[in-house]
């Protein structure tokens, strides 16, 4: 399989616990997004990679949330003192920059179902 | 990047062509359109994208209007697994340009 991949696919943690995510984009895709999804509602951007640098981050990524992606490769996302409001899929997706004024396409992992209790 | 307008929902016959509508009347010149579906549970998946000319693959066509204030999504023949939300998102091609997506269309695939 050549495409993202996340792991774990699920996570139950209790509220005020720690939990890190990780995501393995398809090989040579040099951006990578982390993006989080709730109940009903579309994917919404938390932050973006461009080989080992965060070049972006949605007022969303609370200080208790923390991306890597120390070797340009996978990237980790790490939840710190996990509240209820938490709950939500964490999405993935990765890109390979086109030529000059075309588009790169994001292609999305199955994401992490995080609920906690 | 421009906001999308697409109707909450459709419903289908299967075997039938399914269209999608979606408004981006503040479109750039720039600025491309993007389908995603997602079914249940899972992640997006990419459809198509187009710029201003009008696009087919082995999922979908899309057909962008030529003052490219809209465009249609046309899955040709439905099917039952073709069940999903649709996004049409517009993105411009910057570095690092995230996707936004709005509320989608949810498609339903009656047998």
């Known amino acids: 399989d050549t495409g993202v991949s996340q792991d774990p696919r699920h996570k139950i943690t209790k509220r005020g616990q720690n939990v890190t995510f990780r995501c393995d984009p398809i090989s040579e895709h040099n951006r990578l997004y982390w993006y989080r999804q709730t109940l009903g509602q579309g994917p919404e951007f938390l932050t973006y990679?461009?080989?080992?640098?965060?070049?972006?981050k949605s007022r969303l990524l609370s200080d208790r949330f923390s991306a890597e992606r120390p070797k340009g490769s996978f990237s980790t996302l790490e939840i710190q003192r996990t509240e209820q409001g938490d709950s939500a899929m964490y999405l993935c997706?990765?890109?390979?920059?086109?030529?000059?004024?075309?588009?790169?396409?994001?292609?999305f992992g199955p994401g992490t179902r995080l609920t906690v209790l | 990047d421009a906001k999308t307008t697409q109707p909450p929902s459709m419903d289908c016959a299967e075997g039938r062509a399914a269209n999608l509508p979606c408004n981006h009347s503040?479109?750039?010149?720039?600025?491309?359109v993007y389908w995603y579906r997602q079914i249940h549970s899972q992640g997006p998946q990419y459809i198509i994208h187009?710029?201003?000319n009008n696009e087919t693959n082995e999922m979908a066509s899309l057909i962008i209007t030529e003052d490219r204030k809209s465009s249609t999504l046309i899955l040709p023949h439905a099917t039952l697994r073709d069940t999903a939300v649709y996004y049409c998102?517009?993105?411009?091609?910057?570095?690092?340009?995230?996707?936004?997506f709005g509320g989608g269309t949810r498609l339903m695939v009656k047998p």
């Open positions: 503040t479109i750039s010149g720039n600025e491309y």
């Open positions: 187009g710029l201003k």
């Open positions: 990679f461009q080989n080992e640098a965060q070049l972006e």
């Open positions: 998102i517009v993105r411009g091609n910057n570095a690092g340009n995230m996707l936004t």
């Open positions: 997706a990765s890109s390979l920059p086109r030529a000059s004024g075309s588009s790169d396409t994001q292609y």
